[in-house]
């Protein structure tokens, strides 16, 4: 063979071969840009349309909360036309609780109204409604307020002008003509409809004649059923120019066989070096097209080719950055708020967001070693029947999350066929990442506090390795989250307690006192302030010594707390001095109270560690001033001084005993008999024995108000106290005589402690 004769298959051999192949990657490249472009073409648009729709149902939400924030019918109807007017709404309907229509502005679409929520009506869509309750100031539901916009030809004109694509409306009926308004053209309907009647999700689907087509809604958020279709960019008739191509590229070649050789070798080397430069990381690499033969085409080919990846570098990039972006909102959420719900939130919808998963969960590990839903996004339809997204619980150990949790590990892969686990969403693919508090180590292996999981990344593929680092650095986040809400939740209750007692410190009293005020000032309700002072207390310090009064403290404290309801709430005011809030607790109550905590302190005494170790017996009593809210005063300040004053009475009278301070004296009537104003009081009045306390008066309190017999129950020993509001103790410090032993509260009902029921602040410990 000679020489051409080789070069030519050599030519034919190593030329023709890539021409042909670079023929099929022009024509399978071409193909699968056109299709990419058209597809990322109708995703944008389904964005913009929700985008749209959204915003227009918040419009409408918006339109109705205006109208149903009136009073009246009246201002409703004046609200409704101003809505109307100002074109927020196209209509506005006002139902009652039986769905009966009582107003609705003039002019508006026929209903039924399609709305927001994404409950099919049934029929053509005529109009896109929002609607709320509507309830009087008291909460009780009296019907709805609707906002429509009416869904014609105009509105699906402005939706295909906002998204740049054909935009068709289908009706909600079986029947042939399933088009209730479009901006097609009659050329290309039926194709389309009948390419959409294929598609189910976000699918995307093309017709013989180029367009691509995919079916939107309806779905929550975007209930309208809308096609979409666009034009396909492949020019007509590639593939029979791609062949005709490289025929002639073989005729050429066979002719011209030798002299191309040698002009091949040139572009050849320059598209190696390209290559080669792309490999390095250069997507600034471009082959100069010196030809329009086959080699020429190859590096025209190549050039798209690396512009197309240099796109995609980009957005990656544009990913990293919106990743980084989701980090920084996450940070600063974390340093402005201690709402633990708020972060945790915002970490799971970074977390979906940076990996493009469907849906996801964060739950946490309760004392029960359960893991319990925090939040949840996309979990809608997911999971168990009669579990809502919020409501997750899956124990420990069970399941992929449970498993998580109990091992430390992170898990990722596809959910094997079979029955769902116990308390877990419905999915095929999943990652889930631990977290545990912040000292842990490096390896995970302490017990998790909670997890972070994922489920149904979008596309078909499963969660990788960079999904999986992602997922740990918010997982981290919630971790850091977690400790910080329970320092901070830590550091508040350290705040408002007492140290020594573990009871509510002084500080907690000021706002407990405002309170409890006017809770009581607002019912109509009667609140007892209980004053308790150790007695000779500086005796026990000088004696026995400071560790051994801090235990007597500490002791006092605990014989409170058991001797006093759960809604009561007890202080340490300073020093051996403590305070009892009693609500909804007349006088007799709070004197019954008083008498069991003398009792409980006196007939038990305190062992402590004396000198040198050896155990000591210490008898403490306590002397206890009483006043009740509004009978001794109208403040809280003045009430807690009204009882102070009663405790240095009781200290007075030999200690060991509790005094109620003095009424404050009634109203007379004038001396002349002119008329004059009637003071009502803030809270509850009490009858004229001196003795504030609850329930119906025992006799006529005023010229005005009629005498009320009281409740045989309201009778108990110890109805003889003394009408000037003081109780007096025996010389000997006793509780016995006139105090009494017994108490009533509200009648009919008795209470532990002889105290009122009634509604109540929580309480940071339980009553006996």
């Known amino acids: 063979m000679t020489l051409r004769g080789r070069l030519t298959a050599a030519f034919l051999t190593v030329v023709l071969g890539p021409v042909l192949l670079g023929a099929v990657f022009v024509g399978t490249t071409l193909s699968t840009v056109d299709r990419t472009r058209s597809t990322e073409r109708l995703g944008l648009a389904a964005s913009a349309v929700r985008t749209s729709i959204d915003a227009l149902c918040q419009q409408l939400r918006a339109a109705a909360d205006a109208v149903a924030l009136r009073p009246d019918p009246a201002t409703r109807a004046g609200a409704a036309g101003q809505v109307v007017s100002r074109g927020l709404a196209t209509a506005v309907l006002v139902t009652d609780v039986t769905g009966g229509t009582t107003y609705a502005t003039p002019g508006g679409p026929a209903t039924p109204w399609q709305d927001c929520a994404g409950v099919r009506t049934g029929g053509p869509v005529r109009a896109l409604s929002a609607q709320v309750d509507l309830r009087d100031p008291a909460g009780t539901p009296l019907g709805a307020v609707a906002a429509a916009e009416v869904v014609d030809p105009a509105f699906v004109a402005r939706l295909a002008a906002a998204t740049g694509v054909a935009v068709t409306l289908l009706d909600d009926t079986a029947g042939p003509d399933r088009i209730t308004h479009t901006t097609e053209t009659r050329r290309v309907r039926d194709a389309v409809l009948a390419a959409a009647g294929t598609l189910d999700g976000d699918r995307v689907t ?13 779905a929550p958020g975007q209930p309208l059923p809308l096609v979409l279709s666009v034009a396909g960019e492949r020019p007509s008739g590639l593939p029979a120019a791609l062949v005709g191509a490289v025929l002639l590229a073989v005729v050429v070649a066979v002719l011209t066989a030798w002299r191309l050789a040698r002009v091949t070798t040139r572009p050849l080397v320059e598209l190696a070096g390209a290559v080669d430069r792309v490999a390095r990381g250069d997507l600034t690499a471009r082959v100069p097209v010196r030809s329009r033969d086959e080699i020429g085409g190859l590096a025209a080919a190549f050039n798209r080719m690396i512009r197309e990846t240099a796109g995609y570098v980009a957005a990656l990039t544009s990913s990293r950055d919106q990743l980084r972006g989701h980090l920084r909102v996450l940070g600063d959420t974390l340093a402005s708020t201690h709402d633990l719900q708020r972060i945790l939130r915002v970490i799971l919808h970074s977390a979906i967001a940076a990996t493009g998963a469907r849906a996801g969960a964060v739950l946490l590990v309760d004392d029960a070693g359960v893991l319990v839903g925090q939040c949840a996004e996309g979990l809608a339809g997911r999971c168990p029947p009669g579990t809502e997204p919020e409501e997750l619980r899956v124990p420990v150990g069970t399941g992929v999350v449970g498993a998580v949790a109990a091992t430390g590990e992170p898990q990722r892969g596809r959910v094997p066929s079979g029955p769902t686990p116990t308390g877990e ?51 981290g986040h919630a971790a850091v989250a977690v400790e910080n809400v329970r320092v901070h939740e830590e550091a508040q209750r350290l705040s408002l307690t007492d140290p020594l007692t573990g009871l509510w410190n002084y500080r907690y009293l000021r706002e407990s006192l405002r309170r409890e005020v006017e809770r009581a000032s607002r019912f109509g309700r009667m609140l007892s302030i209980l004053v308790l ?31 006093i309801r759960e809604v009561d709430l007890a202080f340490r005011q300073g020093g051996e001095e403590f305070v009892v809030l009693l609500p909804e607790t007349d006088a007799r109550g709070a004197a019954t109270v008083a008498e069991r905590l003398g009792a409980a302190v006196r007939e038990a005494p305190v062992v402590v560690a004396g000198h040198a170790g050896v155990p000591t017996t210490i008898a403490v009593s306590v002397s206890i001033g009483i006043a009740v809210y509004p009978d001794h005063a109208c403040t809280g300040a003045e009430v807690l001084d009204a009882a102070d004053e009663a405790l240095y009475a009781a200290k007075g009278a030999g200690r060991d005993g509790y005094r109620v301070a003095t009424a404050r004296p009634r109203p007379t009537p004038a001396a002349d008999g002119a008329v004059e104003e009637i003071a009502v009081p803030a809270g509850a009045t009490s009858p004229d024995d001196g003795l504030p306390r609850a329930g119906p008066p025992v006799g006529p309190t005023s010229a005005t108000r009629p005498p009320a017999h009281r409740p045989p129950t309201d009778r108990v020993a110890g109805d003889d106290l003394p009408t000037d509001g003081s109780i007096d103790l025996p010389a000997d410090g006793s509780t016995g005589g006139p105090a009494g032993r017994h108490a009533v509260g509200a009648p009919g009902v008795t209470q532990p402690g002889g105290a009122s029921s009634g509604p109540h602040p929580p309480r940071q410990s339980r009553g006996r």
């Open 206 to 218: 093309a017709t013989r004649d180029g367009r691509y087509v995919r079916r939107l809604g309806p």
């Open 425 to 475: 969403p419905w999915c095929e693919t999943y990652v889930a990442v631990p977290f545990t508090a912040p000292g842990g180590d490096a390896a995970g292996r302490d017990p998790a506090v909670g997890v972070l999981v994922l489920y149904d990344r979008l596309g078909v593929g499963e969660f990788d390795d960079d999904d999986l680092a992602t997922l740990r650095t918010f997982a």
């Open 533 to 563: 002072d150790l007695d000779r207390f500086k005796i026990v310090n000088d004696s026995y010594g400071h560790a051994a009064g801090d235990a007597v403290l500490a002791e006092f404290a605990r014989r409170v707390r058991g001797e």
